[in-house]
């Protein structure tokens, strides 16, 4: 099973700046990794997925970069909605599917 | 707009057996590129894939859950279920519902928390 580690824990961030959250494979995964951004109460929501391509309807501020085994997911200015819980996920070797245990962007 | 619910008893007894279903809505489930599955999320903790399955039975779970866990999907009633054996405390958690396209979860259900308490 392929192990995701996501840094740091906590991210305190002002609203309107940038926040740069990464997620580190126990393996090379080439470019199989995808983030997740999950607000309080509320299910997941895919963002970004073959490490970089934005999925539909997910706004430009966000941006994923990275390959191997180490990758980034940017938010260029962070707005309200932003501030939530974000979660790596490989797929390179599966099953299982497996997810990091997530980085909290919160309000400084 | 597709739409997945998550239905089932949110209390279940440690060693009984822990049943949720998945209705789908606004679309359609008979395609061999969507797999229906299950994802957990302890209370405060992460995310854990669970197991998913197409429609026409191929079924993939996670290891550490295979010896406990079934799935089944019944495409007449745009539905699919979770059956998880022999429950403790540990499986206490928010269970989603979600479609798989590929690598990813691209449709979520609202989750629903089943507690495993006596």
């Known amino acids: 099973e392929i192990v995701m580690t996501q840094s740091p824990a906590t991210l305190s961030v002002s609203p309107g700046e940038r926040a740069t959250l990464s997620c580190r494979a126990s393996?090379?995964?080439?470019?199989?990794l995808a983030w997740y951004r999950q607000r309080p109460g509320q299910a997941p929501r895919l963002l970004i997925y073959?490490?970089?391509i934005r999925a539909t309807g997910i706004p430009a501020r966000f941006s994923g970069g990275g390959s191997g085994a180490d990758f980034t997911l940017t938010i260029s200015s962070l707005q309200s909605e932003d501030f939530a819980v974000y979660y790596c996920?490989?797929?390179?070797?599966?099953?299982?599917?497996?997810f990091g245990q997530g980085t909290k962007v919160e309000i400084k | 707009q597709l739409q997945l619910q998550e239905s089932g008893p949110g209390l279940v007894k440690p060693s009984e057996t822990l049943s949720l279903t998945c209705t789908v809505s606004?679309?359609?489930?008979?395609?061999?590129?969507?797999?229906w599955g299950w994802i957990r999320q302890p209370p405060g903790k992460g995310l854990e894939w669970m197991g998913s399955m197409n429609y026409n039975g191929s079924a993939y779970y996670n290891p550490s859950l295979k010896s406990r866990i079934t799935a089944s999907v019944d495409t007449s009633k745009n539905q699919f279920s979770l059956k998880l054996s022999s429950v403790t405390a540990a499986d206490t958690a928010v269970y989603y519902c979600?479609?798989?396209?590929?690598?990813?979860?691209?449709?979520w259900g609202q989750g629903t928390l089943v507690t495993v308490s006596s």
């Open positions: 979600a479609r798989r396209v590929g690598c990813c979860h691209d449709y």
């Open positions: 606004g679309g359609s489930m008979s395609s061999s590129y969507y797999y």
């Open positions: 996920q490989q797929y390179h070797v599966w099953p299982p599917w497996t």
């Open positions: 073959s490490a970089s």
């Open positions: 393996q090379s995964i080439g470019n199989s």
